[in-house]
Structure formats: structure tokens, C-alpha cells
């Protein structure tokens, strides 16, 4: 075997060796969160999955917010086979990727069809350029979240400002004047989100704009 021979085999083993060690799993839906969360079972494991790289507006959030959650949900059908490319782990411990059906990347889905922002802020590990294409195409289409001039508020902000609100609503409820709410008492994951419009903002303890999740 000549010295260039010997290199183009190794440089082959060298990207097997990449591809094996891309943290890749498959997996079947078991619910779907909001625009960007859904919870898949992998073997015996239950995973809650952040959609990396995209922000969807909260289901909290008008408009749009309950409207994205369905269109994730009908990509997504409880019990669709996916593979997970894992990004990261996020501070909840919620495991960060692109999610795949088949050949269709779901994350570039909902950006191209007006139904999530890309997150510029967490855009790393994805192709900027391709989610850049599609964010534009969206917007000029003036599709989902772009019919809106500019687009609605941008869920990043939306969060910021409800927890705000939240804070000076807690420091208000502290004085007894409003009830407060265990999950595990409220019933049904429908009146907790109803509960969090309210204004009952603790029951969201992880800021994703999803109240109470045990309750699905």
C-alpha cells in the first residue's frame, strides 16, 4: 500500500470514527410540549427534547403560541419515529437537537414555515446559513408568525417581560391577597395553562411558558 493510499483510508476511518461519535438517538414521541419541546422515549429512557437553534412563541403567547404547538404536533404525532441530533444539555436538563423524521429536519420545518424564529443567541451547532434562508423566505412569504408586519414579538423578549411582570405579581400575592396553586391539586394540564395566563407565573418553574408539565 503506497503513503497516499495509506492516507485516503485513514482519513475515510477518521470521519467513521466522526460519525459514530455524533451523539445521535432514535427515538418515538411521546408528547409535544409547545412549538419547540416535545418528550420522546429512547429504549427505557424518558427525554424531554428542547428543539435547538429555533424559538417558538410560547403557548402562553398571542398570537400564535397555541397555533405553533399544533403545527409541532401535527409533524410530530404521538408515536412518530425521530432521530435526535443532540446539541447540548440545557440548564433544566432538557437535551438540546435537531429532530429528524425521516429526512425532514423539523426544527428547519417550523422556521420555514413561519411557525418558530431561528435563535440567533443559540445558533451554534446548526447551519447558519440554510436556517438564515429559510427565516427570510418565511418573512418575505409573510408566513405564520411573518404575517404579522416584522412578526409578533419575539418569544426571547416575551419571556423577559413576563417574568418581570411575574415578580412584581408575586411580591402582590405574598400579601395574601390571591390564591396560589400546586400542580398536583389543579387537575388538568389545559387549567394550568389557563392559570398561567392568569397571571400565575410560578407554575411555569422552568420558563418555557408551559405550566406544570407532570400534568400531561
Known sequence: MNSGDRTVRLGAF???????????QAAT??????????????????????????DAPETSQT???????????GLLPIGAEVTVRTKATDRYGRTVGEVLKGS??????????GN??????????????????????????????WSV???IQRPWDYRRNRKGSGSASSSSSSSG???????????????????????????????DGEACESLK
Request: glycine share 10%; proline share 2%; charged share 20%.
Open 14 to 24: 477518521g470521519i467513521g470514527l466522526l460519525l459514530l461519535a455524533l451523539p445521535v
Open 29 to 54: 414521541v411521546l408528547s409535544v410540549g409547545d412549538g419547540d419541546t416535545i418528550t420522546i422515549a429512547s429504549g427505557a429512557q424518558k427525554i424531554r427534547v428542547r428543539l435547538a437553534c429555533i
Open 63 to 73: 398570537p400564535y403560541g397555541m397555533e405553533s404547538r399544533q403545527v409541532l404536533q
Open 104 to 113: 425532514t429536519n423539523i426544527n428547519q420545518s417550523l422556521v420555514g414555515s
Open 116 to 145: 418558530a424564529f431561528v435563535y440567533w443567541q443559540y445558533i451554534s451547532g446548526c447551519d447558519r446559513q440554510t436556517y438564515s434562508r429559510l427565516e427570510n423566505d418565511a418573512r418575505l412569504k409573510r408566513l405564520g408568525v
Open 149 to 151: 408586519p416584522n412578526g
Open 177 to 207: 391577597s390571591s390564591a396560589k396553586y400546586r400542580c398536583k391539586e389543579i387537575g388538568s394540564w389545559d387549567k394550568a395553562q389557563s392559570l398561567l395566563k392568569q397571571g400565575h407565573t410560578y407554575l411555569d418553574r422552568d420558563g
